[in-house]
């Protein structure tokens, strides 16, 4: 038996197995939040507020072997709420760019992760958990209670539409007509 399925057996009940767990958790929900939320500090409130819900719902976890995915579905909903909320407060084209500014990641990987949060919800949920996350097919498809099928169809259209948009990017394109345009409908 390994360790995290030994301890998994008393989270609902043992508080301090919980905390174990989530603080080893830690760097996976941060990773999935960031890719969601696009900057630090969302992305830290995003996985605060998921270890409070998760304590508050402790008790809920039908199947403590699968904690991980439960927390991550979880987590996964505190993002989308957030941006939802955030869609209808409409940040101006120049917070944008300044959120994206204060990445300290490398231009390249800025440029990718642009082009991914220009994807439908549900093509870069899949794209990030899959290349971001490392999760297989299948494991997405638990975790987001999809057929397998659903996930690789969703998996291949969002490259195919990322291979699109960066060679078009090369070419000079203009980014802000093809999307207002809706480069996802044709």
């Known amino acids: 038996m390994g360790h995290d399925e030994h301890n998994d057996a008393d989270l609902r009940k043992d508080d301090e197995a919980l905390l174990e767990r989530i ?6 929900m941060y990773g999935i939040a960031y890719a969601y939320m696009r900057n630090e500090a969302d992305a830290l409130e995003a996985v605060q507020e998921t270890v409070c819900r998760v304590w508050m719902k402790r008790r ?28 209808r407060e409409q940040p101006s084209p120049n917070e944008r760019l300044e959120r994206a500014a204060d990445s300290d990641r490398t231009i390249e990987r800025i ?4 082009q991914i949060a220009k994807l439908p919800p549900r093509y870069r949920m899949v794209v990030v958990l899959k290349y971001y996350r ?7 498809a638990k975790l987001l209670e999809k057929p397998d099928g659903t996930i690789r169809t969703w998996l291949h ?23 207002e345009e809706g480069w996802g409908r044709r």
């Open 23 to 28: 603080e080893r958790e830690k760097g996976k």
């Open 60 to 87: 809920s976890l039908r199947e403590p072997r699968y904690f991980a995915t439960w927390m991550i579905r979880i987590l996964i909903h505190v993002c989308m709420d957030e941006r939802k909320k955030r869609k």
């Open 111 to 114: 440029g990718m992760a642009e």
């Open 134 to 140: 490392d999760m297989t097919v299948m494991e997405i």
């Open 157 to 179: 259209k969002a490259l195919k539409q990322l291979r699109r948009e960066m060679e078009q990017g090369k070419e000079g394109v203009d980014h802000e007509r093809v999307v």
